[in-house]
């Protein structure tokens, strides 16, 4: 496997210099494997809510609820096209419906929300029941 410590790329125009952080997830700072959670923890009380990174490729860190919520609800300043740190080649297979954007994502999931629904389930559920019992 590659190593993807040393990868850096530079950091974007649109990126604040005050928002860079020199972070790899992959070789946390001090004794991680005493306790990641700590580790974490340290890095979470010396940061930005979110901040970017030049390491793996270059992306954007955040370590908080708060913050990962409102990335996860606004597609449009953070797409979910790429998920995965280092990056997948532009050429590799996406893992949908995780790795796309609305309204694509939407149109993806409805089939797999539309099946899940809690009446679905409880009709399936109620099936299977009469099936076992005959």
């Given at each position: 496997?590659?190593?993807?410590?040393?990868?850096?790329?530079?950091?974007?125009?649109?990126?604040?210099?005050?928002?860079?952080?020199?972070?790899?997830?992959?070789?946390?700072?001090?004794?991680?494997?005493a306790d990641p959670h700590l580790?974490?923890?340290?890095?979470?009380?010396?940061?930005?809510?979110?901040?970017?990174?030049?390491?793996?490729?270059?992306?954007?860190?955040?370590?908080?609820?708060?913050?990962?919520?409102?990335?996860?609800?606004?597609?449009?300043?953070?797409?979910?096209?790429?998920?995965?740190?280092?990056?997948?080649?532009?050429?590799?297979?996406?893992?949908?419906?995780?790795?796309?954007?609305?309204?694509?994502?939407?149109?993806?999931?409805?089939?797999?929300?539309?099946g899940l629904l809690p009446s679905?389930?409880d009709s399936k559920r109620a099936?299977?029941?009469?099936?076992?019992?005959?």
């Open positions: 496997m590659a190593d993807t410590s040393s990868s850096f790329s530079l950091r974007p125009d649109h990126v604040p210099p005050a928002l860079v952080r020199d972070f790899d997830i992959f070789q946390l700072p001090g004794r991680p494997e580790t974490l923890l340290a890095i979470q009380r010396d940061a930005p809510e979110i901040f970017w990174t030049s390491r793996n490729g270059g992306h954007w860190v955040a370590i908080r609820a708060e913050a990962i919520e409102d990335i996860l609800l606004d597609p449009r300043r953070f797409s979910s096209e790429c998920i995965l740190v280092p990056k997948k080649p532009p050429e590799a297979q996406r893992e949908l419906p995780i790795e796309c954007d609305p309204p694509r994502h939407t149109v993806i999931r409805r089939p797999l929300t539309m679905v389930i099936r299977s029941a009469r099936l076992r019992s005959n």
